[in-house]
């Protein structure tokens, strides 16, 4: 089933590391746009929220794999890792660019922030979710937590969640863009859900079983 | 093309935004819901010729040709402008006083309120057409008519010297300095006096979100976020220091809080 040519094994680790220095280039080039003076208008908003976009973007990619290895046979269930943990630190940036470039460290303002704003209480679950999530991504976490390392990284569904909702809920009108990324995450969350019917179909296919966590499906 | 006005005594001592940001920053949904969707997608709009109607209670009804309105005394109005999405900017508008307006028409004893209307043009505005549109059109506001005639409230017809970029509201817009700058109805076909508070287009959006005077309030949070602090467009740049306190009525308290005094502010958002 598998269309594409399978990458070589001896690049798989260097495709990985290819796929963390192109994550990075978006964030890297908006802050050379913004520090240079070459953001329009509002450059500390725009640069915030380019983070947030991405950050959504990585999460939905990453929630993309399993079920573009189940439904069409690629396996790129190596890059999972990459995807989230760059999702991981551009929430961390979107985070960091909020109370520093635009809030200036006013923590009473923040913390206002935080307590009162539905969507900001939103945002920041989200991103206190992503840390156990990022903490834990190394092999030794997988090895050591074993199956309940899948079970903590279920967490995702509902980081991606939020991160649509934060995302429509910030804006004034909720437009294709916003609707977009909600439309992604439900599928691939009502994915998850019919899974198990899709696989008591295919039960004559063997299982894909694997030793490291890292391989299921999460 | 350029536009002459005399100087005017409402010349706010700050730094003006710079053109640029003023004609390139905005918001006007008919175009577009982005900043910089109003002057990627106006070119296309025709603001001449214009007519304004003028109806509804008033002695003398009268649709005003652009040339009419353009041969009024102008002024120069160096004003702030708080977007209610919390940010700012401080914008030298030419127009003439609403109030000026009114007179020519007369309005009549129960005249209360005065209501805006914006042009429908889909062809023109492509944020009128499609599938998405964010809003009911044709954009629609309202004042109470002692705030209409308030010597602040103008409608404008040029900034920075120059009649209105398309983006900005061309040919003709209001410009109510003390309330945020959704009030500011842009394009302008139609102006009513009614007895009856208008409709206004983000009210009838998310009505507990924008009220119908949306007088600027630091003290009144948009449920959203907090109001008590502004963005200034065009200054500190990245990491310099832009953020300001949002002033009572945007810094017009002093010309304008007798228009509401009794009234609850909180209820009356």
Redesign the interface.
């Known amino acids: 089933m598998a269309g594409l040519p399978a990458l070589p094994r001896k690049y798989h680790a260097a495709s990985i590391w290819l796929l963390y220095a192109v994550g990075l280039l978006p964030a890297a080039y908006g802050f050379y746009l913004g520090a240079t003076g070459r953001l329009p208008g509002n450059p500390v908003k725009e640069f915030e929220h380019l983070l947030g976009l991405w950050a959504l973007r990585f999460l939905v990619l990453a929630l993309a794999i399993s079920p573009i290895r189940d439904l069409f046979g690629i396996n790129w269930v190596r890059y999972r890792r990459a995807l989230g943990l760059l999702a991981f630190w551009y929430v961390l940036m979107h985070f960091l660019t909020y109370m520093v470039l635009d809030q200036y460290l006013n923590f009473a303002a923040i913390i206002t922030d935080i307590a009162k704003r539905p969507f900001i209480t939103i945002g920041m679950a989200a991103f206190v979710m992503l840390i156990p999530l990022a903490l834990t991504s190394n092999n030794w976490s997988i090895r050591k937590l074993g199956p309940r390392w899948v079970r903590l990284h279920k967490l995702v569904y509902i980081i991606a969640a939020c991160g649509a909702l934060h995302f429509a809920m910030a804006v004034k009108v909720v437009g294709p863009e916003q609707w977009l990324y909600i439309v992604l995450v439900l599928l691939l969350l009502a994915y998850r859900l019919i899974r198990p019917m899709l696989r008591g179909k295919k039960r004559a296919r063997p299982q894909a079983t694997s030793v490291r966590g890292q391989e299921r499906s999460a | 093309a350029p536009l002459t006005a005399s100087k005017s005594q409402y010349m706010v001592d700050e730094t003006l935004t710079p053109e640029k ?1 003023v004609t ?2 905005n918001n006007f ?1 008919e175009f577009g ?1 982005g ?2 969707d109003p002057v990627a997608n106006a070119t296309d709009f025709k603001a001449t010729p214009w007519t304004v109607k003028v109806d509804g209670l008033v002695g003398k009804p009268k649709e005003f040709g652009l040339e009419e309105l353009l041969a009024l005394p102008l002024e120069e109005r160096v004003y702030r402008m708080r977007c209610v ?1 919390a ?1 700012s900017m401080v914008i030298p508008w030419i127009g003439f006083p609403l109030a000026a307006l009114l007179d020519k028409v007369e309005p009549l004893g129960d005249a209360k309120y005065v209501a805006f209307e914006t042009v429908v043009r889909p062809e023109e505005m492509p944020g009128q057409s499609g599938f ?1 549109q ?2 009911p059109w044709p954009y629609v506001e309202g004042l109470r008519l002692d705030e209409a005639r308030h010597p602040l409230a103008i409608l404008a017809v040029g900034v920075y010297g120059k009649t209105l970029p398309n983006q900005n509201g061309a040919p003709i817009r209001l410009v109510v300095p003390w309330k945020y700058g959704f009030k500011g109805i842009k394009s302008i076909v139609r102006i009513t006096l009614t007895d009856k508070q208008p409709p206004s287009t983000w009210n009838l ?2 009505s507990n979100e924008y009220g119908f005077y949306a007088n600027v309030n630091p003290e009144v ?1 948009h ?4 109001q ?2 502004e ?1 200034r ?2 200054e500190g ?3 310099g ?3 300001r306190p949002t002033l009572p009525f945007n810094g017009y308290a002093e010309e304008v809080a007798g228009l509401y005094s009794g009234m609850d502010l909180r209820a009356n958002f």
Do not use: Q, V
């Not at chain 2, 449920?223 to 907090?226: A, C, G, K, L």
């Open positions: 940001d390139s920053y949904y819901t900043k910089g999405e940010w998405f964010p809003l959006s998310a949070d449920p959203r976020w907090s008590a602090s963005n467009i065009g740049g990245f990491f220091a832009n953020r």
